[in-house]
């Protein structure tokens, strides 16, 4: 809303606008929860901390500090901007290093 009203009503957001804003937020709120800047006390709060985003809830995972948050498919229209056209019912869990996929045994060496 704030971006909306300062640049105008037609600019878009981007990802990575997005994703740099939360990124703050979830930094802001690790730091609040370990109450401390020291890297080790921030590591050893980022789980189950979270954002209301503008994409939707995200939670820090405790065990590999990604995110889970909700997954979505756009289609591009002509008009430039991306439309919703599929949607995960709720966040995913986050599995970067594919630990929940037989297929993937052997991959990270």
Same mark, same amino acid.
């Given at each position: 809303?704030?971006?909306?009203?300062?640049? *105008?009503?037609?600019?878009?957001?981007?990802?990575?606008?997005?994703?740099?804003?939360?990124?703050?937020?979830?930094?802001?709120?690790?730091?609040?929860?370990?109450?401390?800047?020291?890297?080790?006390?921030?590591?050893?709060?980022? *789980?189950?901390?979270?954002?209301?985003?503008?994409? *939707?809830?995200?939670?820090?995972?405790?065990?590999?500090?990604?995110?889970?948050?909700?997954?979505?498919?756009?289609?591009?229209?002509?008009?430039?901007?991306?439309?919703?056209?599929?949607?995960?019912?709720?966040?995913?869990?986050?599995?970067?290093?594919?630990?929940?996929?037989?297929?993937?045994?052997?991959?990270?060496?």
């Amino acid at each position: 809303k704030a971006f909306k009203a300062k640049f *105008g009503a037609d600019k878009p957001t981007s990802d990575p606008m997005e994703a740099a804003y939360v990124s703050v937020y979830l930094w802001k709120n690790t730091v609040e929860k370990a109450q401390s800047f020291e890297v080790k006390a921030i590591q050893d709060n980022a *789980g189950g901390v979270t954002f209301d985003a503008p994409e *939707g809830l995200v939670t820090i995972d405790g065990e590999n500090h990604h995110i889970t948050k909700t997954a979505r498919i756009g289609e591009i229209r002509p008009d430039g901007l991306i439309y919703t056209i599929w949607e995960s019912p709720g966040p995913i869990e986050p599995d970067p290093f594919l630990k929940s996929y037989p297929w993937a045994a052997g991959l990270s060496g």
